[in-house]
């Protein structure tokens, strides 16, 4: 088998992925990725909650 030289090599099948302790650190923001998604959601709430009340005014 051969493979193009700007493709990198798959790893076998039963292989398993090398691990990456960077992957395992907290965000630099608000200590923990629940907490982003949460912010992220309710930034999205405010969002919609607002350009509804701008159509309502202006409709």
């Keep these: 088998m051969s493979t193009a030289p700007h493709l990198t090599p798959r790893e076998p099948a039963g292989a398993a992925p090398a691990h990456r302790p ?9 200590g923990s990725w629940r907490n982003i998604y949460i912010l992220v959601l309710g930034i ?4 919609v ?3 509804w009340a701008l159509t309502g005014a202006y409709a």
């Design 22 to 30: 960077e992957l395992d650190d907290a965000p630099p923001l608000l």
């Design 44 to 47: 999205f709430v405010l969002f």
């Design 49 to 51: 909650a607002l350009f």
